[in-house]
């Protein structure tokens, strides 16, 4: 049987999601032989055909094997995933993000773009000499909305590492506004922020990943990567992920602190 289904969004992935159904109906097939026939499990179908997530490239791609539609359902993966103003690969995710209602984020390196500031994500974006680097930002900023919106604002837990509040992204300025951005979504109620001390080795995790959690409908991790990310839905993946962000968890200081060590780290930049 099929999960529950989400809220569906209005977007890329519920329209891909509505193709994807009328041509499993249309085959005559239950979503369990669908599932088999494309080498998927029948939970990324599942959440597929709800519009939980974009379908990723090698979905598209088994879809045009099984239906013998060449390119076809790629191609429209493709320019479905490019009207939301994010890399291809990245839109799965924003659409995602929309949808959750709480993300639990841990970040070894850099603050995540939900909670960059204007200058900060610059310089973050600019190090990879884009061509687009104003739309790249302004596209960023934009998925913060989910944060402050005024229905069903998403809930943020966010666990660092103490180094990325000391490592300065671009100048004194720059850093002051991110670590009292940082600061006060410590202090928002229905926010969590913790930092995993300097002291403290992190072995459960050295990459950036997140998960995601919805009014319906199972859980989902995010993970980072280069040249890109990538989203897990299988059931496995997600209670492997979600095990190491409370491993994670559990070594940082209590959210309590997180102010303080932050006022800290604040003085450095006032003399």
Known sequence: MSEGNPVRP????????????ALRESLAMSQERFADELHFGQ????????????ASEAFARAID????????????????AKRSGHPDWFAPYVVLEQQA???????????????????????????????????L???????QAILTREEWPVRLWLVINEAVLRAQVGD?????????????????????????????????????FGLLSFREGSDVAHVDGFPRGYVLAESNDVE??????????????????????IDQILKGYDQ
């Not at 099984?66 to 479905?80: D, E, N, Q």
């Not at 409370?246 to 060590?261: K, M, Q, V, Y």
């Open 65 to 80: 094997v099984l239906a013998g539609t060449p390119g076809v359902y790629l191609r429209l993966r493709t320019k479905l």
């Open 172 to 208: 004194a300025e720059t850093m002051r506004e991110q670590l009292l951005r940082v600061r006060d979504l410590a202090e928002t109620p229905r926010h969590r922020v913790q930092v995993v001390p300097a002291g403290r080795l992190n072995t459960v995790a050295a990459s950036s």
């Open 240 to 261: 492997v992920a979600s095990d190491a962000y409370d491993l994670i968890r559990a070594l940082a200081l209590p959210p309590g602190d997180t102010a303080e060590l």
């Open 137 to 143: 930002v302004a596209a960023r900023l934009e998925r």
């Open 10 to 21: 209005k977007g890329a992935a519920a329209y891909f999601g509505d193709e994807v159904r």
């Open 101 to 135: 209602t709480m993300i639990r984020m841990f970040n070894p390196l850099l603050l995540p773009g939900l909670v960059q500031t204007r200058a900060y994500a610059s310089e973050v974006l600019r190090g990879g000499r884009p061509v687009d680097l104003e739309a």
């Open 43 to 54: 939970s990324q179908v599942s959440k597929v055909e709800n519009g939980t997530v974009l």
